[in-house]
């Protein structure tokens, strides 16, 4: 079997992997590199991957393996060629489709889409892919284990072990230890990090929420994305311990609806006395608004209006996006209001940031960091890579790939766009 790590050999983000066995091409994941760039622009400027087949004439592909629907990953899925398909979890497919709708973000027409089953393998051509739960930031990301011409391959795609779901470890430990792996291909987005840099688990950013949260008598606001779902429930139950209601946005709301309707235990926030939803004006009207009207009338029960939250903000928890300041708000979060912003620093570390901190500092707002990382630390991943046991391995979705040798000797080298036998 050959493998080419097309991207991500030596960066984080714009993963996309090229598995080959006899006459069946795979790829894993194929996503946009992190810097500020759209696929539509990658297209046109030339930048795009040189795949044969896969953007453009070539060689048939079989098949994309989507590990989950972070536009890293799966960003560049609408630029490829329509007559390959996609296998993702359903969860998947619809993380994707809420980012689509909401963010602006790439979608996958539903005529690719082929949903895989936990734990049960699937055939595309000579491989046999079985897809396991992982507990990444966003709701259906698996890692694979990957069998073909009696190898066995494990693709952990992005994963961490301190998010709410310990289980998933388990049974992803499990599932490799019954028979030696080959290769593990495992994200290293940790490893470029400092030794000393601490993480905290989703328990402890729950816990410090909520002292965070009890001391307050106005408004809090929680700046993070919907489509992580850990985050959305660390944020209600902050609410609920501190005595607040949760207010969402449509977006919020929407992917609690999706997580439900894939078995996911979170609250239905149209029928949740702990949940209100935030409708903005002229929503209906929007094409977000069009393409989710099925749940107008069910969320429209479940409504309040800004003049509510804010005639008694000491009430509520909400959902906050920069975007609302103008939709919402009338430029400014009102003055009291606590803003605690869930996302890895280097995405505030920009001037549109900066620009709002200062804002913020003006208007009397004050701002807190509380982020628990959605990538695995290095000591987690080692002792992880200890336990399952593998014969070689090659580390992407890292700045800092050479750094796992401290720690092991089969660590093997790749660069990107070289093939590789295994």
């Not at 066995?21 to 539509?40: F, H, K, W, Y």
């Not at 990090?193 to 909520?210: A, M, N």
Request: aromatic fraction near 6%; charged fraction near 25%; hydrophobic fraction near 40%.
């Amino acid at each position: 079997m050959n493998l080419i790590v097309h991207r991500g050999a030596a960066e984080i983000g714009g993963t996309c992997i090229e598995l080959c066995s006899g006459n069946t091409r795979v790829i894993l994941d194929c996503g946009l590199p992190l810097q500020d760039q759209s696929a539509e622009g990658m297209i046109n400027t030339g930048d795009c991957l040189p795949i044969p087949g896969l953007f453009g004439e070539g060689p048939t592909v079989h098949g994309i393996v989507l590990s989950h629907a972070h536009p890293d990953h799966a960003g560049l899925i609408e630029q490829t060629n329509p007559s390959v398909p996609v296998y993702a979890t359903r969860a998947c497919f619809k993380m994707v489709m809420a980012a689509s709708i909401f963010a602006n973000q790439p979608q996958i027409g539903k005529e690719r889409e082929n949903a895989m089953k936990l734990g049960v393998p699937l055939r595309i051509g000579s491989f046999q892919i079985t897809a396991f739960p992982v507990d990444h930031s966003i709701a259906g990301a698996c890692a694979f284990v990957i069998e073909v011409e009696g190898k066995r391959i494990l693709y952990t795609g992005d994963l961490r072990f301190h998010g709410r779901k310990p289980g998933m470890r388990t049974a992803l430990v499990d599932a490799c230890q019954r028979n030696r792996l080959d290769l593990v291909i495992t994200e290293g987005t940790a490893l470029s990090r400092p030794k000393s840099e601490g993480f905290i688990t989703e328990d402890d950013l729950e816990r410090t929420g909520v002292e965070l949260v009890r001391e307050r008598g106005g408004l809090v606001a929680a700046h993070f994305s919907p489509l992580n779902l850990d985050r959305l429930v660390s944020f209600l139950r902050i609410a609920k311990k501190t005595g607040r209601t949760f207010v969402t946005d449509p977006y919020g709301a929407y992917v609690l609806l999706l997580a439900r309707s894939e078995g996911v235990r979170v609250p239905d926030p149209c029928e949740s006395r702990d949940i209100r939803i935030l409708i903005p004006e002229g929503f209906w009207q929007t094409r977000a608004g069009r393409v989710i009207a099925a749940h107008r009338s069910r969320m429209e029960a479940a409504s309040i209006g800004i003049s509510d939250v804010l005639d008694t903000s000491g009430r509520f928890l909400m959902l906050w996006r920069p975007s609302m300041l103008k939709t919402v708000f009338r430029d400014s979060l009102p003055e009291g209001t606590l803003c605690l912003r869930s996302f890895w620093k280097g995405y505030l570390d920009t001037d549109n940031e900066r620009q709002l901190a200062a804002d913020f500092i003006a208007g009397g707002v004050e701002q807190r960091h509380l982020h628990s990382s959605g990538h695995a630390s290095r000591s987690d991943l080692v002792k992880f890579l200890k336990e399952v046991d593998t014969q070689s391995i090659i580390v992407v979705h890292s700045e800092n790939p050479e750094a796992l040798r401290e720690e092991f000797t089969n660590v093997v080298t790749v660069e990107d766009g070289v093939s590789i036998t295994v």
